[in-house]
């Protein structure tokens, strides 16, 4: 077991911002850069960490509860954090993988993780304020974190990230599933953008990649976090979904191959494939502007790709 502070040694943090500069069409007309949040740790990576960084503060909560499927890169990072921080853990999971756990349930299993599997209409209930007092009522001295961490403890971790970045930019790109990371960095952004010239078109911009089918509704997980009226110019690109969430056609998984083969970092099909897919994409038609400097985070996720 470790203390917080020795927990966080063993994480690369700030993670590292690097050049980008692929062989694609456009790609010499702008500056690229990658934020590595992947590179943080091999297993506690990514936004997963950004999204838990303000949750698990000391002291250290009793108990922590919370929700995912059976791949989640969310319950397969906290479930490493609490197994390392001498935390109890209560995984709820959708669906029942007892007679076939998939590589994610397996570590969870071997970090003493208490595993209960729900079906959809109870897993349904997630954010049912009736269903989480029944929650706090069996475990008194828990705390629930939303599934995907997305609560409003999660921005702060976001904002760390944006803060780390120190080269001049014009783009943040980043995939989108449950919406508070995109609301993390525009929060971020607004506060640089309010410091900024009344000029709109000089301000920092962030653009999304919808990683599941829900035009209006990813808009919405958004805005439900955002603290501010946005000085921060934002949307949500709807074209990258490959057909839903953790669809992967040959397409894109032939891309992120390619990608992994010479590139000196990997990606994974679910999230930073598409955003990688769709910055590709985007250059070669020309969406933005010669001279543009873009930082697209790569969110790490790289285990649920197992």
Known sequence: MLSLDEFKTSLTL?????????????????????????????????????????ALTSPLPNHVISFGGGFSNHLHALGFACYKLGIPFTAI??????????????????????????????????????????LKLEFPNAIIIPEGGSQALA?????????????????????????????????ALNKRNSLMATDFRSHYKAIGIGVLKGEGYLEGLVEQFLTTSSQTHWHI???????????????????????????????????????????????????FEDGSRIVVLHTGGLQGAR
């Open 237 to 287: 690109d709807h074209s990258y979904h490959f057909g839903g969430y953790a669809k992967a056609p040959s397409e894109l998984q032939t891309f992120c191959s390619d990608f992994n083969n010479t590139m000196e970092f990997e990606i994974e099909p679910v999230y930073s494939g598409k955003a990688f897919w769709a910055v590709k994409d985007m250059l070669a038609k020309g969406k």
């Open 14 to 54: 700030p993670s590292p911002l690097i050049p980008f500069k692929p062989n694609w069409e456009g790609a010499s007309k702008v500056s690229l850069y990658v934020k590595r949040d992947d590179a943080i740790h091999p297993v506690m990576s990514g936004n997963k960490w950004r999204k838990l960084s303000h």
């Open 155 to 187: 921005l702060q971790g976001i904002k760390d990230m944006v803060d780390e970045i120190e080269v001049d930019f014009d783009f943040i790109v980043a995939p989108v599933a449950s919406g508070a990371t995109l609301a993390g960095i525009i929060n």
């Open 93 to 134: 999971i959708r669906g029942d993988y007892s007679a076939a756990p998939s590589p994610m349930i397996k570590d969870l299993m071997q970090w003493q993780t208490r595993i209960e599997y729900v079906n959809r209409i109870t897993y349904n209930k997630r954010n049912d304020s009736t269903y989480l007092d029944e």
